[in-house]
Nanobody
């Protein structure tokens, strides 16, 4: 059973930084694209950043220049470095991964980690 587990969320003051991690565990053949999404209260889940297995990245306009997505393929882990955080970044952050547990691929989601930006 493939699982994605996020960690690294918490409470931070405006202007501060956090680093989220997303570890993929279980039995699988390959991990393809991975991504971070977030959902604030009353809002739909939105894309934050994605990264391909080769390291190509894509960002939402709202986080460009402040957030950096990366991955360590040897550790089956993706990261989201978040700098210069603002209260508007407050949300539950979810990781997803396009994973092939066998011959077929499917998207898996983590349980989410809360990020709160407040003074």
């Amino acid at each position: 059973q493939v699982q994605l587990v996020e960690s690294g969320g918490g409470l931070v003051q405006p202007g501060g930084s956090l680093r989220l991690s997303c570890a993929v565990s279980g039995r699988f053949r390959s991990i393809y694209d991975m991504g971070w999404y977030r959902q604030a209260p009353g809002n739909q889940r939105e894309l934050v950043a994605t990264i391909t297995s080769g390291g190509s990245t894509n960002y939402a306009d709202s986080v460009k220049g402040r957030f950096t997505i990366s991955r360590d393929n040897a550790k089956n882990t993706a990261y989201l470095q978040m700098n210069n955080l603002t209260p508007e970044d407050t949300a539950i952050y979810y990781c997803n991964g396009d994973v092939a547990p066998g011959l077929l691929r499917r998207v898996y989601w983590g349980q989410g980690t809360q990020v709160t930006v407040s003074s």
